[in-house]
């Protein structure tokens, strides 16, 4: 009998059921049990076996019954948490701190994580989740454990593979909640200002422009700003409804503004990043563009359940995993490259992210992406 585990971690998409659902109904096909292990690489650093509770919190056998219908439903039913192992800054109060490596970034608490997926009796897991959770999947796979990774992220920035899952449904909500807003914008013929993720990468700001056919500023491009506003008083001109629109990244500036943080960085060194959005709109106030609407659509885009590309995606991903546990290919991930699935290596932490290619991907001078030479070129992929 063969016995799998399987984890979630950093932020929910829609979709994530359907993975973690596809895996179970693969493996029982197998005669393999599945274990759930909920709230991420915490259910592995946190799990005290001495302590009935803790066991019942982080660890729940997985069957056909119990997930049935949770494909149905956005979040993730296995719950997540954004923990690094490597870098815990407190080691939990039933273990004694002195077994553990530290420096100046935190606790290295990879031993207890080995000592509990053995413990587990977890032959293989499965990890889903994008660069943050995956590095540590990549980490495990070097101390030989046997891994296979999914890729999930709104950002569709995981290195190896064109498409994650979860990036549908965000492009999906985005375009939305943009189109529900124009009629409020039109009506009161202001510029509407709307923040989408995208810390360092952003395909999903670049998308949801391209369908929606307003402006968008990426991370990957640092702006002018009289640029951007002459190019918003223009379109709003060219309007018959005298309004415009423009989605911004989280992660974008223009030359001369560096977005600010704040708040304690995560244990993968992330702060929270301030709106760029309202930074925008104060200086479209401020040199006299007019009245803007701001909107953060952050996370708007993670509610609800996947659409029909997530949702086949995810339960190919799925079936894909329980192919590659049978063949014993280990220490590698799920993937779409060139338009077909695909079997990729899980990226290399120090790679980073997936960045657009501003050459082929996006309009500088017009602040839109690029909407011809797509010919021959994959569905997700709009670089040549």
């Given amino acids: 009998m063969r016995r799998i585990g399987i984890l979630?971690?950093?932020?929910?998409?829609?979709?994530?059921?359907?993975?973690?659902?596809?895996?179970?109904y693969g493996a029982t096909e197998n005669g393999w049990q599945v274990t759930?292990?909920?709230?991420?690489?915490?259910?592995?650093?946190?799990?005290?076996?001495?302590?009935?509770?803790?066991?019942?919190?982080?660890?729940?056998?997985?069957?056909?019954?119990?997930?049935?219908?949770?494909?149905?439903?956005?979040?993730?039913?296995?719950?997540?948490?954004?923990?690094?192992?490597?870098?815990?800054?407190?080691?939990?109060?039933?273990?004694?701190?002195?077994?553990?490596a530290a420096s100046q970034s935190g606790y290295d608490m990879t031993p207890r994580v080995l000592a509990n997926i053995e413990r587990l009796g977890i032959d293989c897991l499965v990890a889903i989740g994008g660069d943050d959770t995956l590095s540590y999947a990549a980490h495990l796979d070097q101390q030989g454990v046997r891994v296979v990774a999914v890729p999930k992220t709104m950002d569709n920035d995981v290195r190896n593979t064109e498409y994650c899952v979860g990036f549908s449904t965000a492009i999906s909500r985005a375009m939305d909640a943009i189109e529900r807003q124009r009629t409020t914008v039109a009506s009161h013929e202001r510029i509407g200002v709307f923040r989408i993720i995208g810390r360092d990468a952003d395909y999903t700001a670049l998308y949801t422009a391209y369908v929606t056919s307003i402006r968008c500023c990426i991370p990957e491009y640092k702006f002018s700003l009289d640029k951007l506003l002459a190019l918003l008083q223009d379109d709003k001109k060219r309007n018959p409804s005298n309004y415009a629109l423009v989605v911004l990244s989280e992660g974008a500036q223009w030359e001369g503004y560096k977005v600010s943080e704040y708040g304690e960085a995560d244990s993968f060194g992330h702060r929270k990043k301030a709106s760029v959005g309202d930074a925008l709109s104060d200086e479209i106030k401020k040199r006299g563009g007019g009245e803007t609407i701001v909107s953060d659509l952050t996370y708007d885009l993670r509610g609800g359940p996947p659409d029909f590309i997530d949702r086949l995606v995810a339960s190919t991903f799925a079936g894909m995993a329980v192919d590659l546990i049978r063949e014993e290919r280990f220490g590698v991930m799920t993937a779409v490259q060139h338009g077909s699935y695909a079997v990729a290596e899980i990226p290399a932490p120090e790679l980073g992210p997936r960045h657009v290619d501003v050459a082929t991907m996006y309009n500088t001078e017009r602040l839109r992406?690029?909407?011809?030479?797509?010919?021959?070129?994959?569905?997700?992929?709009?670089?040549?």
């Fill in 8 to 24: 979630t971690g950093g932020g929910d998409v829609p979709g994530l059921n359907a993975v973690i659902k596809g895996v179970v």
């Fill in 36 to 100: 759930g292990l909920r709230r991420g690489w915490e259910s592995l650093t946190h799990l005290n076996f001495d302590d009935p509770a803790s066991v019942t919190r982080y660890v729940i056998p997985l069957s056909r019954e119990n997930t049935a219908r949770i494909d149905r439903t956005g979040g993730t039913w296995l719950h997540t948490s954004r923990t690094n192992p490597r870098k815990m800054k407190a080691v939990p109060a039933f273990l004694d701190a002195a077994g553990f």
């Fill in 369 to 384: 992406p690029v909407y011809t030479g797509k010919i021959g070129l994959p569905l997700f992929l709009t670089k040549a």
